[in-house]
């Protein structure tokens, strides 16, 4: 009997999944819960199991392509069939029928031989490029759709591309040895083509990726719907500084990773959202809804890539808990192995913008929650200590974008006063971090 793997729904609201990578072909046996293929979403990156044990019948989604959820991309012939599943009973969803099947593999229509011959076309197929087509038309800027292929069943092939860019700089070549004797309408028909020409070849286009889509769909949202306010805080920190580089070496040799400063700012961050819980909330229409746990969302960069992995019920743990959990969603991050459980339910955020050297910074408001909060670069300042006295001192800058919907400066500043407070009392003899 043969079985369709449909499209996985990886996420609360992800509609979509593309195929970057298969790690079966046809032919293959598989058992239950093998990797089939690896799917990237708008939320998460993560692999696509098989439902049962048997054989890779038919493989039908080439990789890059991007599906909805509940689309077939494959199918399997079962050969344990009591791992068959029972008929299941129609639920209800909301989306439709048309987008569920979309990308379905289906057989094509049936030709009726009594038509006459000027009518009957055959459908027509998906173009299908191949990985080296893809990267050599992104490096050139060529629209494939305006290339004729002389391949089978006229694929494009890199041999047609690599004339294509030939010609090209052939007669960018031309344009430029041009006689400047020229009438002036030649020179300024030459002086045109080779804008257009030059631009071409020398720019360099590069592909958008669901995250990066997806990001800039969320920006989009966050400054459109909601309105931003914004606030800062110095914080002297040096007490926190000294502890924390007085036991780094240690912690690092006993539990196996680094204790950082950021893990300091969380368990603040998080402690002032328990006694200001308004903090934790969000917008929705005609409500504002106050979440109950506290799940921290933080901002994780790989080398051409954003995450924001989520703590979960960051409040009741240590800090020594909190640096391991930055420890793991960011290792997880820059593997590409997060999953959908380590992404969603964030309720607030914090972003270690300091990482680069930033002193200074507005964050945009993560959607659908009420505000973000951008940890600085800690630097040395000359502070006024007692009297007229200077003490050079470790400052950080905390700063606060929020949804004034949801919240405004009063409880903003209360709240942003609190974490000072927590983070400027962080010293050996008060703290703990364990």
């Not at 609201?13 to 089939?36: A, C, F, H, Q």
């Not at 047609?160 to 002036?184: G, Y």
């Not at 997806?214 to 459109?224: D, L």
């Not at 001192?393 to 407070?421: E, M, P, T």
Request: hydrophobic share 40%; net charge neutral; aromatic share 6%.
């Amino acid at each position: 009997m043969i079985q369709n793997i449909t499209m996985p729904q990886l996420g609360e609201s992800v509609t979509e999944g593309t195929i970057e990578r298969w790690l079966v072909k046809v032919g293959d046996s598989i058992n239950k819960y093998d990797p089939l293929a690896e799917v990237n979403t708008d939320k998460v990156q993560a692999e696509i199991p098989s439902s049962f044990s048997g054989v890779i019948k038919e493989i039908l989604v080439d990789e890059g392509q991007t599906l909805p959820v509940g689309a077939v991309v494959c199918t399997i012939q079962i050969t344990n069939h009591n791992e068959l599943p029972a008929s299941p009973q129609p639920k209800k969803s909301n989306v439709s029928a048309a987008i569920l099947n979309a990308g379905a593999h289906k057989p094509l229509p049936k030709i009726d031989e009594t038509m006459p011959k000027r009518e009957l076309r055959e459908p027509k197929a998906k173009a299908r490029y191949s990985p080296a087509v893809l990267r050599l038309a992104a490096e050139h800027n060529i629209d494939l759709e305006s290339v004729q292929g002389t391949g089978l069943e006229g694929r494009i092939t890199r041999k047609d591309l690599l004339a294509m860019i030939e010609s090209k700089e052939q007669r960018v070549n031309e344009i430029a040895t041009a006689p400047l004797e020229q009438p002036q309408r030649v020179q300024k028909k030459y002086e045109t083509e080779r804008q257009e020409i030059v631009s071409q070849v020398g720019d360099l286009e590069i592909p958008i990726t669901n995250i990066r889509r997806t990001i800039a769909n969320n920006m989009v949202r966050s400054k459109q719907e909601v309105p931003h306010a914004w606030m800062m805080m110095e914080v002297d920190v040096t007490e926190l500084v000294a502890y924390r580089d007085a036991i780094k070496d240690e912690f690092k040799a006993k539990e196996g990773y680094n204790l950082t400063y950021f893990a300091f700012f969380v368990k603040a961050v998080a402690q002032a959202l328990k006694e200001f819980p308004m903090m934790n909330a969000t917008w929705a229409g005609d409500k504002i809804i106050q979440k109950k746990d506290i799940h921290m969302s933080i901002a994780v960069a790989t080398d051409d890539e954003l995450f924001v992995p989520v703590i979960k019920h960051v409040d009741e743990k240590s800090i020594k808990g909190i640096a391991r959990e930055i420890h793991e969603l960011s290792q997880l991050a820059r593997a590409k192995k997060l999953r959908t459980e380590h992404v969603s339910g964030g309720t607030f955020t914090i972003n270690n913008t300091g990482s680069f050297g930033s002193i200074q910074s507005m964050g945009i408001i993560n959607y659908p929650q009420a505000a973000i909060l951008q940890v600085e670069s800690i630097v040395k300042k000359p502070v006024v200590i007692s009297g007229n006295m200077f003490a050079v001192r470790d400052i950080v800058n905390i700063c606060l974008s929020l949804d004034h919907r949801v919240l405004d400066g009063l409880i903003c500043g209360k709240f942003l006063k609190r974490v000072k407070d927590i983070l400027e009392k962080t010293n050996k003899s008060a703290t703990s971090v364990y």
